[in-house]
């Protein structure tokens, strides 16, 4: 069974730090490039980051660039997200997902994608 599932998440102040975790399992992980979404209430889904299977390049979304950091691990299946200097407009519930070919920032190259875990920042 192929599985993406994401820890980490929580309610933290503004420019508090948080590390998310995607363990992956049931598929080839150091095959596949992972991308990092996040979807705030009552919006769609955006991306966040997008890293290589091999973890270099890595891609990131303006909003986050300087201030969160994607990477793996593939001995253990698992991708990070490192997020610094949180805002509250970082609200959001965020998801990973393994990428298929396409553009890094479109939801529709992720074909497999976790159950989400919630951040919540809090001026």
């Known amino acids: 069974q192929v599985r993406l599932v994401e820890s980490g998440g929580g309610f933290v102040q503004a420019g508090d730090s948080l590390t998310l975790s995607c363990a992956a399992s049931g598929l080839t992980f150091s095959r596949s490039s992972m991308g990092w979404f996040r979807q705030a209430p009552g919006k769609e889904s955006t991306f966040v980051a997008f890293i290589y299977r091999s973890g270099d390049p890595t891609y990131y979304a303006d909003s986050v660039k300087g201030r969160f950091t994607i990477s793996r691990d593939n001995d253990k299946n698992t991708v990070y997200l490192q997020m610094n200097s949180l805002k509250p407009e970082d609200t959001a519930v965020y998801y990973c997902?393994?990428?298929?070919?396409?553009?890094?920032?479109?939801?529709?190259?992720?074909?497999?994608w976790g159950q989400g875990t919630q951040v919540t920042v809090s001026s």
């Open positions: 997902a393994r990428a298929t070919s396409g553009v890094p920032y479109s939801v529709s190259t992720y074909d497999i």
